[in-house]
């Protein structure tokens, strides 16, 4: 029997002439981010992966972007 399971949300955002863009709340309120929080975009192959910093706070702190 075949089951198709949901595998994937996609959103569509909008890049600001700055290059900008804003994140769904669904995504913000998942990833708990916050304003003032960062984000860390990962290449893996030819996909980009977004994930809220974590442990990695500690080296932007040193590096002063915080």
């Known amino acids: 029997m075949f089951r198709a399971d949901k595998v994937a949300d996609a959103y569509i955002c909008k890049v ?4 900008q863009i804003t ?8 990833l708990n981010i916050k ?5 860390i975009l990962e290449k ?6 977004l994930r809220k910093v974590g442990i990695e706070k500690d080296i932007l702190k040193k590096l002063g972007h915080e």
């Open 16 to 19: 600001t002439s700055v290059g």
């Open 23 to 30: 994140l769904p709340k669904e995504i913000r309120k998942e």
């Open 35 to 39: 304003g003032d929080d960062f984000v």
């Open 44 to 49: 893996i192959g030819k996909t980009y992966f």
